[in-house]
């Protein structure tokens, strides 16, 4: 579970979260929609540990991220799908990640099926177009296998099928009894996507 609790944050006197509070259930697609500008990033950083807010508390699972023992155990996320080494392959960067969080090997692959990359494991991130990139993301994500997911604007700039993939991941996810808060600006995609808004 996901909990923010009067989140406010002000960048040079400019307000970009005003006390915000939600709770985020395991088990459903949560969609969090909002026109750009809304907030919606700063909000995702601010329960990720990535940004400090000026009042009130975010917690996943109960805990702030910095407290989490095992953060990607607990929490994936998918910010910035272009946040990847572009001279590394996609095998190679979710390797890096696996080991420098102490995760087995065999996740790679798992996750690469998952996304279904793994006919381009060994292509360069920087060759990728923007859907496989996203992929990509996600498969880092879920590299941890974790209980809870933040995904920032999954299905921009996606093809149909990218859409379709992303939406019925999510689902699926969900299924699982996951903890999903997806975000976006496209009402009718979260009206098809999303539990809960
Ligand atoms: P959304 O994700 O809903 O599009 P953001 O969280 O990106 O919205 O932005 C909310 C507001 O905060 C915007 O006005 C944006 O310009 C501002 N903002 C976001 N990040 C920063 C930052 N690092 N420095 C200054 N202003 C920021």
Redesign the pocket.
């Known amino acids: 579970m996901i909990e923010a609790r009067d989140l406010t944050?002000v960048?040079?006197g400019?307000?970009?979260?005003d006390h915000l509070s939600f709770t985020v259930q395991p088990g459903r697609v949560t969609g969090f929609l909002?026109?750009?500008?809304?907030?919606?990033?700063?909000?995702?950083?601010l329960i990720l540990g990535l940004?400090r807010p000026d009042s009130g508390v975010a917690t996943i699972n109960g805990k702030r991220y910095a407290e989490l023992p095992n953060p990607l155990r607990t929490v994936g996320a998918l910010l910035e799908a272009k946040s990847v080494h572009g001279g590394r392959s996609a095998a190679n960067h979710l390797l890096f990640l696996a080991q420098s969080q102490g995760l087995p090997k065999s996740r790679v692959d798992e996750v690469l099926d998952l996304v279904g990359l793994r006919d381009v494991a060994a292509k360069r991130a920087g060759t990728f177009s923007l859907g496989m990139n996203q992929r990509l993301g996600i498969a880092a994500a879920m590299l941890g296998d974790p209980q809870v997911l933040l995904l920032?604007?999954p299905v921009n700039g996606l093809d149909p099928e990218g859409v379709l993939w992303i939406r019925n991941l999510l689902k699926y996810l969900a299924t699982q009894g996951r903890t999903i808060l997806v975000?976006s600006?496209l009402m009718n995609e979260m009206a098809v996507t999303a539990d809960h808004l």
Request: charged share 30%; proline share 4%.
């Open positions: 944050k960048y040079s400019k307000v970009a979260v909002g026109p750009n500008g809304a907030g919606k990033s700063t909000t995702m950083r940004d920032d604007e975000s600006h």
